[in-house]
């Protein structure tokens, strides 16, 4: 629809610290989330002939100093935690491009690093494609020839390393290889013509835009991504019909977040955004009566978040703080002491301390930014035309100390020390898996998501009890029925716990999913695939992946802290 040929996604970072910028752009703190999630976008993507990019590679975790840090990381954490979503999406998608990351990874920048680029992507994982820098990310690399032998295709958005002059040099002083320089060119040719850019225009694919299918899954996208955090006394979802005046707060409520580099690479420019008070306005036509500041109002919504501009959830930046700005606490507590009855609707891509707020009012929805058709959506969700079904892919602290990356209160692991080297001291306990292994009671845990109805798990059935090697599997079947009185759906989630390892590993582990919609009073048999490479872990003696034997046990359950069936399954 636009003539361009490459996507710049998807971002697969792992959300090692909360304050980080760009943790509304990235998937999760969970390596087997993001790349189930990763690996399908990908697919979407490339069948439009538009080569889909994976960035930023790898261990670009903070924005802070982000183009001159060095994240320092032992082997087997930056295999297990840092590259295993690239790793499987690699695999199973095949995307056309990756970018390299700006900072350092022990020591040497993204676009320098052969063991990253050439070593580990393409020779051990089999990735066709080119590998592009990140915007200048070449400048302070000293050298022409160590972009050219670590596999660096492309340079952007300008030449630094790779004019031509700085090339011939290296050439001519034998710095690489013909057989180095034509892989990188048949590389780059080959996205080229995948991608379509020496077809004529007529026979690459014609798009469209903004039509009413792509609005119905603007809006259903955003009303499925919701999270339901808290609904004390069932307060939601409001009737319309028994609503009369309905007080509305907060400078979120008509505040719009597409827009040129809001946000910064990561912007988008809709051609419309539903604003939550005109979806409110559009809900409830006539029948409620909607007022600012209205305390005789049957219920007040308060609108609150973060946005895109600096310090926010940014590029370039992270945030300064896990709470929301102080002038909000400060009108969400008076709403709730002038109101019975509150409901907080948080607009933000990343974790919010509520310590300060949380008992003062009866209900919170986690909305996310939830696009052109966000206001819509919102609406939907607070009246019962969807039941919320979201689950957060973060943990939400209690306090920013709980997380792995500033639990020790050093700046050695966050933001850096005075060489700027951030070291990543916590090993392969990031998110979830730091919290249950120290045990820490988190606000919010991963997975965790509330609904309008309820569910209860039955019967549990395997299709066999062992597994053999890496490239095998099974599939767990479990019952679920729906208990309450509205539809809905459920995310079924299943953890795995290695009973007796030969190395450390976390408590559980996710290892599958799935989503399942159902009326009131009905059940169904939900079939989860669990692969055995998701049972493995990253060997340091061997330089690979190990799946030991022993045993293992499924935990099965709707959030990392709410387990309510397990199994027994062996490797042998």
């Known amino acids: 629809a636009v003539g361009r040929h490459v996507l710049l996604a998807p971002g697969m970072n792992i959300a090692r610290t909360p304050l980080n910028g760009r943790t509304f752009e990235y998937f999760s703190e969970d390596p087997y989330l993001t790349k189930e999630l990763a690996i399908p976008l990908v697919n979407g993507i490339q069948e439009q002939r538009v080569a889909a990019c994976l960035k930023h590679f790898a261990a670009n975790n903070q924005e802070t100093d982000r183009r001159s840090s060095s994240s320092e990381v032992d082997e087997r954490t930056l295999h297990e935690i840092y590259l295993r979503a690239f790793r499987t999406t690699v695999k199973e998608s095949n995307p056309w491009s990756v970018m390299s990351c700006y900072n350092k990874v022990n020591g040497l920048y993204g676009s320098e690093h052969k063991y990253l680029l050439r070593e580990t992507l393409m020779e051990k994982w089999g990735f066709h494609g080119f590998v592009v820098s990140d915007w200048i990310a070449t400048k302070p690399i000293k050298t022409t020839e160590a972009c050219v032998n670590a596999g660096l295709g492309l340079e952007m958005p300008w030449p630094l390393r790779y004019k031509t002059k700085s090339l011939m040099k290296a050439y001519n002083h034998g710095k690489f290889s013909d057989e180095t320089l034509d892989d990188l060119v048949r590389r780059n040719l080959r996205v080229m013509m995948l991608s379509g850019v020496f077809d004529k225009p007529e026979k690459l694919p014609q798009g469209s835009r903004n039509t009413e299918e792509h609005q119905r899954l603007a809006r259903h996208t955003a009303e499925e991504g919701m999270v339901l955090l808290k609904n004390d006394k069932e307060l939601l979802p409001l009737d319309i019909d028994n609503q009369k005046r309905i007080s509305v707060h907060g400078r979120h409520m008509w505040k719009k977040f ?66 929301l700005p102080q002038e909000q606490v400060k009108l969400i507590k008076k709403v709730a002491t002038d109101h019975l009855r509150t409901v907080v609707c948080i607009i933000a891509g990343s974790p919010i301390a509520m310590d ?9 929805l986690m909305c996310w930014y939830g696009g052109m058709e966000a206001g819509n959506a919102i609406a939907k969700v607070l009246f019962g035309d969807v039941n919320p079904s979201g689950k957060l892919p973060l943990t939400f602290p209690k306090k920013l100390s709980d997380s792995p990356a500033h639990h020790s209160g050093e700046s050695r692991n966050y933001p850096g020390d005075d060489e700027k080297r951030v070291f990543y001291d916590e090993g392969i306990y990031v998110g979830y898996r730091w919290f249950d292994e120290k045990n820490i009671e988190p606000l919010f845990p991963f997975g965790f998501g509330m609904s309008y109805t309820t569910f ?3 019967d549990l059935h395997l299709t066999k009890d062992h597994l053999n090697h890496l490239e095998d599997s099974l599939t767990i079947e479990v019952e679920i029925v729906n208990t309450g009185e509205y539809a809905g759906s459920e995310v079924i989630q299943v953890y795995a716990h290695d009973v007796k390892s030969s190395v450390s590993r976390p408590p559980r582990e996710l290892v599958g999913f799935e989503k399942i919609y159902l009326r009131p009073n009905e059940s169904k048999r939900l079939p989860i695939v669990v692969k055995a490479e998701d ?33 027994d399954v062996s490797v042998q």
Request: net charge negative.
């Open 258 to 323: 597409g827009g040129f580099l809001k946000g910064g690479s990561s912007a988008v420019s809709p051609p419309y955004e539903i604003e939550p008070l005109k979806g409110l306005a559009n809900k409830c036509h006539n029948k409620v009566k909607l007022f600012p500041h209205d305390s005789f109002a049957d219920v007040a919504i308060v609108f609150v978040g973060l946005d895109h501009s600096r310090g926010g959830d940014s590029e370039s930046s992270d945030r300064k703080s896990l709470h």
């Open 356 to 364: 300060d707020w949380i008992d003062d009012v009866e209900a919170i």
């Open 456 to 458: 209860e798990l039955g």
């Open 535 to 567: 049972l493995a872990f990253y060997d340091i003696e061997i330089h690979d992946w190990n799946l030991e034997q022993g045993d293992f046990k499924l935990l099965i359950g709707n959030s990392s802290r709410a387990i309510y069936l397990d199994a």
